[in-house]
């Protein structure tokens, strides 16, 4: 019975320990959780998040300097997301294709 409660414990811990975190509502705690966020990035996080919540991927790479696409990829990899979505989930909209004269 012992080796049951052990088991469905770890397996708690396990779900949680890799839930989604969303980058609108997470603390600086859960953000420093995300392997190569730390204080620094974290602060930048939240001070950014205060003029605005993040409305996508896009916005949040804009407007903290310290993120690009490759970081956004490791940190969606990691669990965080944006408004519950990782980064790369939505297809970037189609650009209008320009029309050839014959």
């Not at 939240?46 to 407007?63: A, C, H, M, Q, T």
């Not at 990782?86 to 297809?91: K, L, P, T, Y």
């Amino acid at each position: 019975m012992l080796k049951k409660i052990c088991c469905a414990l770890a397996l708690v811990w396990a779900a949680a320990s890799s839930a989604a975190v969303d980058i609108n509502k997470a603390t600086v705690a859960e953000l420093d959780g995300i392997k190569g966020i730390g204080p620094s990035m974290s602060g930048k996080i939240v001070d950014e998040r205060k003029k605005n919540p993040f409305k996508d991927w896009p916005d949040l790479i804009s407007r903290v300097s310290g993120i690009g696409e490759k970081k956004a990829a490791k940190f969606s990899a990691d669990g965080l997301t944006v408004n519950g979505a990782g980064f790369g989930a939505a297809a970037p909209a189609a650009k209008p294709t320009s029309t050839v004269k014959k």
